[in-house]
């Protein structure tokens, strides 16, 4: 194959892979996201500045307020669920999640709190969790951080400050506060594992509390985490995420320890924390995790085009390859 003949191959391929990247980004389709509030979350009255913000970034919000159904989450790209504290999930609002996710190409951020005022909010995230075939999980337990370096004037307020900086949900990301966590745990091979210190295929930690941080009060069940039982220090995972989850490999899964998207505690703003004792960047945060989710669908299909068109240049080459050989 002569040189002109190459060059002209390579630009074709540039130019199929430019073509992807701008069906991507010129798509248009501005991204619904839904809020669960029919569960009588703790954080009811602090939903007041989510919608507006995230519609000032460019998304349409829907909050619900009564059951979450098929026709409620038609079209939505991503579902925030917030501490479902006080009603339970029916069966067919489960079924309809998970319908949801395993149709595949959207996003779920379940958001639990510590197990400190009732037994019910872990249990029912986790049923959500289980019926989309999550590897993580919330834990049977509160976590607290003593040393006042990683406090927010209260052991229970607890200031994260280790970041996974490979991920870029924590780019300008230092610290957050996550009121009254509980930690997350990790499912591997079907038993459970310490997600602060093993790894599992497509799921990344995204925060930690410190080394000094301990496990109280766990009165539900048993805690899932080898090892670890009342008393245990850490490092605790406060936030994990998923990615190719779903039937189809193509969702995504994201666990926070409280709900950190919410006005609570100024928790999802930019600027001091509660009690002024650290500068969080709650606003980056929930901003660049939202932005993580809303990848999905553009990574799936313009990577399945980029393939299909490196496919065709192959295709190309060789064919090209045969016809100068039998010119010799």
């Known amino acids: 194959m002569n040189r002109k003949c190459l060059t002209s191959l390579l630009i074709l391929f540039v130019l199929i892979a430019s073509s992807v990247v701008s069906v991507s980004a010129a798509d248009g389709e501005v991204v619904k996201i839904v809020i669960d509030a029919a569960h009588e979350t703790a954080h009811n009255g602090d939903f007041e500045d989510l919608p507006a913000k995230l519609e000032s970034w460019g998304y349409t919000v829907e909050v619900v307020t009564d059951e979450i159904t ?5 079209g939505a790209m991503i579902l925030l669920v917030p501490i479902p504290q006080d009603l339970e999930y029916q069966a067919s609002e489960i079924s309809a999640i998970a319908d949801w996710f395993n149709a595949g190409e959207v996003a779920i951020w379940v958001a639990a709190d510590s197990d400190y005022d009732g037994n019910e909010i872990i249990p029912r995230c986790n049923d959500i969790l289980s019926a989309i075939g999550s590897s993580i999980f919330f834990e049977n337990a509160s976590v607290e951080e003593p040393d006042e370096a990683y406090n927010d004037g209260a052991a229970y307020r607890v200031v994260a ?5 490979n991920s870029p949900i924590t780019n300008g990301v230092s610290k957050e506060t996550f009121h009254g966590p509980t930690f997350i ?7 459970p594992v310490n997600l602060s210190t093993t790894s599992i295929d497509n799921v990344n930690w995204i925060a930690k509390t410190s ?6 009060c766990p009165w539900l069940s048993e805690i899932m985490t080898p090892g670890i039982e009342e008393g245990s220090n850490g490092p605790f995972v406060m936030m994990a995420v998923q990615e190719k989850a779903g039937e189809d490999k193509s969702s995504k899964i994201v666990l926070t320890t409280e709900a950190i998207f919410t006005s609570y505690k100024y928790m999802n703003a930019d600027g001091p ?6 500068e969080i960047q709650g606003e980056t945060l929930l901003k660049n995790t939202i932005a993580w989710m809303e990848e999905v669908s553009k990574d799936s299909s313009s990577n399945m085009m980029l393939y299909a068109g490196a496919g ?9 390859a045969v016809m100068m050989t039998r010119k010799k």
Request: proline share 0%; charged share 20%.
């Open 211 to 216: 080394d000094t941080s301990v496990v109280v």
């Open 273 to 278: 924390s509660e009690k002024g004792n650290h």
């Open 161 to 165: 400050s280790t970041w996974n900086e």
């Open 185 to 191: 745990y990790g499912v591997k091979d079907g038993s």
């Open 312 to 320: 065709i240049i192959i295709v190309i080459i060789i064919a090209a």
């Open 70 to 74: 098929a026709d409620v989450l038609e």
